[in-house]
């Protein structure tokens, strides 16, 4: 089994362990591959909750190293990332993906650039428009991710509803677009195991659009090593609710 979508201590809101713990635990659990995506920093660090640009070199070595220690487990390096059409155009992902230690971007829109508004983002909008809005920002900034070509695989692609109550037809269709771009692209849709635990994370009505032979992933999300732990024991259960069939 592997493990994906597992954090660090960098990002300020993960338990404060040294990686290695997190592969010691892999190991013990008996995992064959362990997938690093912590919070991807940005130039000029604009936004809160990941590391900062500085540690990103530190992260990556930190990772190599133990990539080279353990052979008993395989060890990826990766980065989970908003898409932003300002650092697309300046060239940061490219930049990313120059580099030779991340394997692979994960695409995890926690937030959005306001559209035609380069470095304005949706946390500052009010909360009442947000409610209203907040899933066809991320919505939208997640088909143009897809579209980019920079990413593996749709992290939590659920979560936009976060703020959502009833299920409507516009959030039946922009599920649709999300689910129809990433078979396109032949991304993964992930299955997140941090989300399932949250009423308002985890939405069976996405999931339901979701053909059965649609690609998927299961994300771990830990942030720590007791929920990389407890997810791995409780996968089995939770994966249920994502196939509704
Ligand atoms: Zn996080
Ligand atoms: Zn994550």
């Known amino acids: 089994m592997e493990i994906f979508h597992v954090h660090t201590y960098r990002c300020g809101h993960a338990e404060n362990v040294p990686d290695e713990e997190y592969v010691k635990k892999a190991v013990s659990l008996g995992a064959d591959e362990i997938w690093f995506t912590d919070h991807a920093p940005f130039p000029g660090d604009p936004f809160g909750s990941r590391m900062n640009y500085a540690q990103l070199d530190e992260y990556l070595s930190t990772l190599f190293s133990l990539?080279?220690?353990y052979t008993e487990i395989r060890?990826?390096?990766g980065l989970e990332a908003e898409y932003f059409p300002g650092f697309d155009k300046s060239g940061y992902y490219d930049y990313l993906r120059s580099l030779d230690k991340p394997e692979i971007l994960l695409l995890g829109q926690h937030m959005a650039e306001m559209p035609g508004t380069p470095h304005a983002y949706s946390f500052s909008e009010s909360r009442e428009y947000l409610d209203e809005n907040e899933y066809r920002l991320l919505g939208n900034a997640i088909l143009q991710g897809i579209r980019s070509g920079h990413?593996?695989?749709v992290a939590h692609p659920d979560r936009i509803f976060r703020r959502c109550n009833e299920w409507t037809e516009d959030m039946e269709n922009?599920?649709?677009k999300i689910i129809?771009?990433?078979a396109d692209a032949g991304m993964p849709l992930e299955m997140n195991l941090s989300s399932v635990e949250s009423p308002e994370l985890y939405r069976k009505e996405?999931?339901?659009l979701v053909p059965e032979n649609a690609k998927r992933i299961t994300g771990f999300d830990a942030h720590?090593?007791?929920?990389?732990?407890?997810r791995f024991n409780e996968a089995a259960v939770r994966l249920r609710?994502?196939?509704p069939f």
Not at 224 to 230: A, F, G, I, L, N
Request: glycine fraction near 0%.
């Open 180 to 182: 129809q771009a990433a």
């Open 206 to 208: 996405f999931w339901r």
């Open 75 to 77: 060890i990826h390096i």
């Open 241 to 243: 609710e994502f196939r």
């Open 174 to 176: 922009i599920s649709i």
């Open 67 to 69: 990539k080279q220690k």
């Open 151 to 153: 990413f593996y695989a």
């Open 224 to 230: 720590s090593v007791d929920q990389m732990e407890y």
